[in-house]
């Protein structure tokens, strides 16, 4: 296996990129739709996570629950996602994520929907949360990532990071749609209609056209013409690779942050005396930012495989939660930091995926990242509750944002060094069928 000389050059020289140029349009044309469909998906997987914070304060008020109590939800879903999240990887590796995609897209939206049944019982809180966060395994980022991955070689970093934008666009949509239902209708229609309604959108764009390089073989068994193969490491090389090791700890540290400030977004802006109104626009944009983000990386990180891309994106969060503190806030630098954050929730998850590929090959990814969404759905549900149990104990978020300076550094210096690509060369097999005697 050989490895490109210098992890600061350029991917390929002037030759090599036109050839490469060429290949990146003809993946787009035949795959447009499929990218289109997977952002979509990706988008509903991120709807809990980005709308709890507007619900937080109509459902204490109605209940008397605190913040803490109402984010352990995101913890049981973090704490099925553990285990089942290796075995979601495993099904897409055997069946492809279509298989996996389309059923969870049908079921997630109904247990999110099931939430606008909330009575005040804790119990029934909490049993709501485990039906969500068992077939929301369906819908993780594995499965489209998962499936981008195997068409696009040439553009694989853009396409993930349009594909990853799904989650950015959730971001930006969902406090101002959230606020909009609450205002208008309730908490419970508001829960209705973002699962049954947002769920119904994405369905009608996957049936036609969200379809893996698996579903292209099955639909096309006589073609003639020569496939790549995937290749890369097994599962037992990739859970003692010290890159993927890496990238891995990256991930985690930089989801457990990213997760707790998005979940306590609008909480931690009104604490800075904005109306839940404003609180609620400003946590939008940031979701413009998270869309600049991954698509600016993903166009970097198609052309040069410096470490430094990835280390000053991860390092973006120590910024923002500085810049929150006093007596360095103010209006202005409070829009900022958000932007930061949206900026790098937007690129840090867009790097982890590109990299892991890059590092541990196509053969086995499913498992692999399987793995590591485990590490980031376990760190999804650590974040918030311990941001809740922050503000419960001490009233406002200060030491949240203080811890969050030197993660954000720990995080960045992770994958800032981890050296040249691996080249995985792809063997081909033909596909044909046997000509009969």
Same mark, same amino acid.
């Given at each position: 296996?050989?490895?490109?000389?210098?992890?600061?050059?350029?991917a390929?020289?002037?030759?090599?990129r036109?050839?490469?140029?060429?290949?990146? &349009?003809?993946?787009?044309?035949?795959h447009w739709?499929?990218?289109?469909?997977?952002?979509a998906?990706?988008s509903f =997987?991120?709807v809990?996570? !980005?709308?709890m914070?507007?619900?937080?304060? %109509?459902?204490?008020?109605?209940?008397g629950w605190?913040?803490?109590?109402m984010?352990l939800?995101?913890?049981?879903?973090?704490?099925f996602?553990v285990?089942?999240?290796?075995?979601?990887?495993?099904l897409?590796?055997?069946w492809?994520?279509?298989?996996?995609?389309i %059923?969870g897209?049908?079921?997630?939206?109904?247990? @999110?929907?099931a939430?606008?049944?909330?009575?005040?019982?804790?119990?029934?809180w !909490?049993?709501?949360w485990?039906c969500y966060?068992?077939?929301?395994? =369906?819908?993780?980022?594995?499965?489209w990532?998962?499936?981008?991955?195997?068409?696009? $070689?040439?553009?694989?970093?853009l396409? &993930?990071a349009?594909?990853?934008?799904g989650?950015a666009v959730?971001q930006?949509?969902?406090p101002?749609?959230a606020q909009?239902l609450?205002?208008g209708?309730?908490?419970?229609?508001? @829960?209705?209609?973002?699962?049954?309604?947002?769920?119904?959108?994405?369905?009608?764009?996957l049936l036609?056209f969200?379809?893996d390089?698996?579903?292209h073989e099955?639909?096309?068994?006589?073609?003639?013409?020569?496939?790549?193969?995937l290749?890369?490491?097994?599962?037992?090389?990739?859970?003692?690779?010290?890159?993927l090791?890496?990238? =891995?700890a990256?991930?985690?540290?930089t989801? @457990?942050?990213?997760?707790?400030?998005?979940?306590?977004?609008?909480?931690?802006?009104t604490?800075?005396?904005?109306?839940r109104?404003?609180?609620a $626009?400003?946590?939008?944009?940031?979701?413009?930012?998270?869309i600049t983000?991954?698509l600016?990386?993903?166009?970097l990180?198609d052309r040069? $495989?410096?470490?430094?891309?990835?280390?000053?994106?991860?390092?973006?969060?120590?910024?923002?939660?500085?810049?929150l503190?006093?007596?360095?806030?103010?209006? =202005?630098?409070?829009?900022?930091?958000?932007?930061?954050?949206?900026y790098?929730a937007?690129?840090?998850?867009?790097?982890?995926?590109y990299?892991?590929?890059? !590092?541990?090959g196509?053969?086995?990814?499913?498992?692999?990242?399987?793995?590591?969404?485990?590490?980031?759905?376990?760190a999804t549900?650590?974040?918030?509750?311990?941001a809740g149990?922050?503000f419960?104990?001490?009233?406002n !978020?200060t030491?949240?944002?203080l811890?969050?300076?030197?993660i954000g550094?720990?995080s960045?210096?992770?994958?800032?060094?981890?050296g040249?690509?691996p080249?995985? $060369?792809?063997?081909?097999?033909?596909?044909?069928? %046997?000509r %009969?005697?």
């Amino acid at each position: 296996m050989n490895s490109v000389p210098n992890d600061a050059a350029p991917a390929a020289t002037i030759e090599e990129r036109s050839t490469t140029h060429g290949s990146a &349009l003809a993946e787009w044309r035949e795959h447009w739709p499929m990218v289109v469909a997977a952002m979509a998906g990706l988008s509903f =997987a991120t709807v809990a996570v !980005y709308s709890m914070g507007l619900f937080m304060e %109509p459902l204490s008020r109605e209940f008397g629950w605190t913040r803490a109590q109402m984010s352990l939800g995101l913890s049981i879903v973090a704490l099925f996602a553990v285990p089942l999240s290796p075995f979601a990887g495993a099904l897409i590796d055997r069946w492809g994520s279509r298989r996996l995609g389309i %059923p969870g897209i049908v079921l997630s939206a109904i247990a @999110f929907a099931a939430f606008s049944l909330a009575t005040g019982s804790l119990t029934q809180w !909490y049993v709501l949360w485990v039906c969500y966060a068992i077939v929301a395994i =369906a819908i993780k980022t594995t499965v489209w990532t998962a499936a981008v991955s195997s068409v696009f $070689q040439s553009s694989r970093a853009l396409a &993930l990071a349009v594909v990853l934008s799904g989650a950015a666009v959730s971001q930006t949509i969902t406090p101002l749609i959230a606020q909009w239902l609450i205002d208008g209708y309730g908490w419970r229609q508001a @829960f209705l209609w973002m699962g049954l309604g947002w769920g119904s959108v994405v369905l009608v764009l996957l049936l036609p056209f969200f379809f893996d390089a698996r579903d292209h073989e099955r639909r096309a068994p006589s073609s003639s013409a020569e496939r790549p193969a995937l290749t890369g490491l097994t599962l037992a090389e990739g859970v003692r690779d010290p890159a993927l090791l890496r990238i =891995a700890a990256a991930l985690f540290i930089t989801s @457990f942050l990213g997760v707790a400030v998005t979940v306590h977004k609008v909480p931690i802006l009104t604490q800075t005396g904005l109306s839940r109104e404003v609180a609620a $626009q400003i946590a939008a944009s940031a979701g413009i930012a998270g869309i600049t983000g991954k698509l600016l990386t993903g166009w970097l990180m198609d052309r040069w $495989q410096s470490g430094w891309i990835g280390g000053i994106c991860l390092s973006l969060p120590a910024l923002a939660c500085l810049l929150l503190l006093e007596p360095i806030r103010t209006p =202005a630098l409070i829009v900022a930091s958000m932007m930061i954050f949206g900026y790098s929730a937007g690129a840090y998850l867009q790097i982890c995926t590109y990299l892991t590929t890059r !590092y541990g090959g196509l053969r086995h990814f499913g498992k692999i990242f399987g793995i590591m969404a485990g590490l980031m759905a376990l760190a999804t549900g650590i974040g918030p509750i311990v941001a809740g149990a922050v503000f419960d104990h001490f009233g406002n !978020y200060t030491a949240l944002l203080l811890a969050g300076i030197p993660i954000g550094l720990v995080s960045g210096g992770l994958v800032a060094g981890l050296g040249p690509y691996p080249d995985w $060369q792809p063997a081909c097999r033909a596909v044909s069928k %046997p000509r %009969p005697r």
